[in-house]
């Protein structure tokens, strides 16, 4: 596969990858430093630090709230956004590009903004509910990467298969699953990974809308920080690299899908 | 059978229950199935009161307590977003941050006679009755302990400092002492007066900038940096988080030169309107209740603003108390009405001097 890659082509990926890589080694290396606080190259070594943060009620608790929250999000951000994106590619719609402006603009504006916009519309509405509120939230910021991700799929299906399809006979509903499906599930895909990403990592939004019984990794994350700068801190964040390859991986297996043919 | 009917029973065993409850329980009936939400801190403190005092106050009041971690910026941003609606009903912040709540009518005066806790508040931490502090920390230098830390602010200025101090962010509020320094220390004026000469220091502070290694905006990671060598002397940050550090065996302290050091006051305040103000008067009353300012204290290292607690003498190295130590110390707390209308003209000219 790669023997006709040019060795300058090969060269320039080697120090992408190293300048993107290495930063993710540093903390991994540090949380197995057998000291106090955190240091770098590691002192000694221990494990220590990965048992008292799997230990922490408090950090297995915020870790399984994100992962729920950004699998609800990322559910109701492709029921929305897959069809949007249908629509918004496949039909001429009036005034089709406001929408899109509309629904790009999280992208746009800084995410406190919305933050605490959000938090000033639901407390005139008198919600209490924490949870749809970080929803809702979230959807609006992840929907954008959904319908960016999907469209580019829609934008590139060679219509002379769907033509083809139909006119031997298929029906729409198998067009739609046997034709066009194949073809955007890579985008698909992406865009859920993207969502899942983004919701999981925020912080802007959460930190308005979140409280302390709905409160997410990253939250939980800066709120140790400020109690104590030890090695457990890059223990939780050698997890968050482990579980984001663990994620990539997964989807590599399950789905089959290459990561070549993500990024394309 | 004993000819005990139903009813009977029923009103025996309500009888005992009532006679065998725990007094508080039956005291504060008042509050049961109540709710507030609060916003605390992070950091140790916040980790305190999240899982000792509030756990303990749902217990004896029957309520619900819902906290949600930040910090004053924030909290102030969220009371504003909600103060149509309220969502909060206690809410802590830095004293910096009491006049701009006032101001704004975000903040409601304490009922003095609903908090019988307010008898032992030193009346320094009472703020008119529009809040009260609830924890104490003071702002000064921390060093790494390999080298012998100024016995004076002026001397940070020397050039066998350069590039080796670390600053805080204009962004944060110990920033206002650092300018507060400066500007006593071109005018030779005490603190207090020092404050007001803000305007005429910049160029002293810009004097400073070949020392600066770069600029900090979390305490903690900045001691860890200190304490592995990157910089020699931080300037200037909260006991509160340096000194978790420092206890943990990590090689960095704390010192206070002449000039005196400054107070850092965590304060809580009520919000203006905000859902079940009675069980709100009665957690913030819990908070500066004796009980519960000696663990939390002792947990996070920082002073209590009531009189009257006793602490052994390895807590007291950390902590500015009495209120007698607190002035022999010349702990300083600045004019923040005053500083709060400058604020934001002396955060832009600090990012000025400091932009790379």
């Known amino acids: ?264 | 059978m004993t000819g005990l009917s139903r009813r009977t029973f029923g009103k025996l065993l309500l009888g005992t229950a009532a006679v065998t409850a725990p007094m508080s329980f039956v005291r504060n009936g008042w509050a049961a199935g109540k709710e507030i939400q609060i916003g605390i801190w992070g950091g140790a403190q916040g980790e305190f009161v999240k899982k000792q005092i509030i756990p303990a106050f749902e217990k004896d009041f029957d309520c619900k307590v819902t906290p949600e971690e930040g910090f004053t910026l924030a909290n102030v941003g969220k009371m504003r977003a909600t103060k149509d609606n309220p969502k909060f009903s206690v809410m802590f912040i830095d004293d910096v941050a009491i006049p701009i709540c006032k101001e704004e009518g975000l903040i409601a005066e304490l009922p003095k006679a609903d908090m019988p806790a307010l008898a032992n508040l030193y009346p320094r931490f009472g703020f008119d009755g529009w809040g009260t502090a609830v924890a104490i920390s003071v702002a000064g230098l921390f060093y790494n302990t390999s080298v012998t830390p100024p016995a004076s602010y002026a001397e940070l200025w020397d050039s066998k400092y350069a590039g080796k101090l670390k600053l805080v962010s204009p962004k944060n509020t110990p920033s206002v002492f650092f300018l507060i320094v400066a500007a006593a220390v071109k005018s030779g004026k005490p603190l207090p007066e020092a404050q007001y000469l803000v305007d005429d220091a910049f160029d002293k502070v810009a004097e400073l900038k070949p020392n600066i290694l770069n600029l900090f905006d979390n305490g903690p990671q900045a001691a860890n940096e200190v304490a592995q060598g990157q910089a020699d002397i931080g300037l200037l940050e909260l006991s509160k988080y340096i000194y978790p550090a420092t206890a943990k065996g990590a090689p960095v302290n704390m010192s206070f030169p002449k000039e005196g050091s400054f107070a850092g006051n965590n304060c809580q305040v009520l919000v203006k309107g905000g859902p079940n103000q009675d069980l709100a008067v009665a957690f913030m009353n819990r908070m500066i209740e004796p009980s519960v300012q000696k663990p939390l204290s002792e947990f996070a290292l920082t002073a209590p603003p009531v009189a009257g607690v006793e602490f052994s003498d390895e807590t007291l190295k950390y902590l500015a108390y009495p209120v007698e130590e607190m002035d022999a110390r010349g702990l300083f707390t600045p004019d923040w009405g005053f500083i709060n209308s400058k604020r934001s003209e002396w955060t832009e000219k600090l990012n000025g001097i400091f932009a790379v």
């Open chain 1, 1 to 264: 596969m790669t023997e006709g890659v040019s060795p300058l082509l090969k060269f320039v990926v080697a120090i992408i990858l190293l300048i993107v890589v290495a930063p993710l080694v540093v903390p991994i290396l540090m949380s197995i430093s057998d000291t106090p606080f955190i240091v770098f190259p590691p002192q000694g070594f221990t494990l220590d630090w990965y048992g008292e943060v799997l230990a922490n009620s408090e950090a297995r608790d915020s870790f399984l709230f994100s992962l729920k929250l950004a699998a609800v999000v990322t559910l109701i951000a492709l029921l929305l956004g897959v069809p949007c994106a249908a629509g918004l590619t496949r039909y001429r719609l009036p005034g089709g590009d406001a929408v899109l402006g509309l629904i790009l603009s999280p992208l746009i504006v800084p995410l406190i903004v919305i933050g605490v916009a959000l938090l000033q519309l639901f407390s005139l509405l008198g919600s209490r509910a924490t949870f749809m509120q970080l929803v809702i939230g979230h959807t609006v910021v992840c929907l954008p990467y959904v319908i960016r991700a999907v469209s580019a799929s829609f934008v590139l299906i060679d219509s002379r298969l769907t033509d083809a399809a139909a006119v031997l006979g298929a029906p729409p509903h198998v067009v739609a699953a046997r034709v066009i499906w194949p073809q955007v599930r890579p985008g698909v895909l992406a865009g859920a990974i993207f969502s899942f990403i983004v919701s999981f990592d925020d912080y802007p939004i959460s930190m308005w809308l979140a409280d302390g019984n709905n409160f997410p990794v990253p939250l939980y994350l800066y709120t140790v920080i400020e109690r104590s700068f030890d090695p457990s801190i890059a223990a939780i964040a050698s997890l968050m690299i482990f579980f984001a390859l663990l994620l990539v991986i997964v989807i590599e297996k399950v789905f089959g899908i290459s990561l070549a043919r993500l990024a394309s």
